[in-house]
């Protein structure tokens, strides 16, 4: 069947703007925790993803999909493939400037993804409204023509310090030296 589906974007969207201290095209997104199992170079187990920025509200990334990452036989976990979506749209969300987290993530796996591969993505924000932004992303493997699966992401704006705040303390803490 494929990718089939689409996001309903609310009639309210408000205008956007790049935050102006984000990467420029073609930087690398900075990593935002060094122990987030998305993005982190320290996690001891994580997808590592490399993101970079885009023009106006676009990122782009690439994820070896390596042995540890199995589902099925000699394929990709949908989980972690929805792991990897969800860390390349909430860079998206980087792009205009507001702390973001997830609220709802919806995926459609149109291809099974060897191992071995490398998958590719693209991730846009389509709009904000009030607290929530609205994002969308895609994965490929050869080329940009047909998507082997794609996901939607709203992500909701929150206050950093507060959002965290009771949890700092069971933080797992990246290795010193
Ligand atoms: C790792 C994190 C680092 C963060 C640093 C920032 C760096 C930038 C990102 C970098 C890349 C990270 C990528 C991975 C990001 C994660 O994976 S984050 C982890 C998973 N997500 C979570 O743990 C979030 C858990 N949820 C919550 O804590 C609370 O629901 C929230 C998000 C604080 C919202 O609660 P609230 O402040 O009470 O607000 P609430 O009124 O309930 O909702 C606000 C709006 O969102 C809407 N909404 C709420 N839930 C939903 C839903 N499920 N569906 C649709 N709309 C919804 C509400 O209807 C409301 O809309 P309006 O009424 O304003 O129109």
Known sequence: MGV????ELPANL???TRHPKVPGPGEPMRVHHSMCFGCGLDAPVGL?????????????ATMPVVDWMQGGPGVIHGGILSAAF??????????????????????????P???GSTLRFTAEVLGK?????????????????????????IFVEINL?????GYKE????????
């Open 86 to 111: 969800d860390e390349v749209m909430g860079n998206a969300s980087i792009l205009i400037g507001v702390p973001v987290v997830t609220v709802n993530l919806e995926i459609d796996y149109a291809k």
């Open 4 to 7: 089939k589906h689409e996001l």
């Open 161 to 165: 310090r507060k959002h965290f705040e």
């Open 14 to 16: 408000e205008p956007m």
């Open 170 to 177: 069971g933080a797992v803490k990246a290795p010193q030296g």
């Open 113 to 115: 993804i060897p191992l």
């Open 48 to 60: 590592r993803l490399n993101v970079t920025a885009g023009e106006d509200f676009c990122v782009t």
């Open 129 to 153: 409204s009030g607290r929530k932004v609205y994002v969308r992303s895609q994965a490929y493997l050869d080329g940009f023509e047909a998507p082997v699966a794609a996901a939607y992401g």
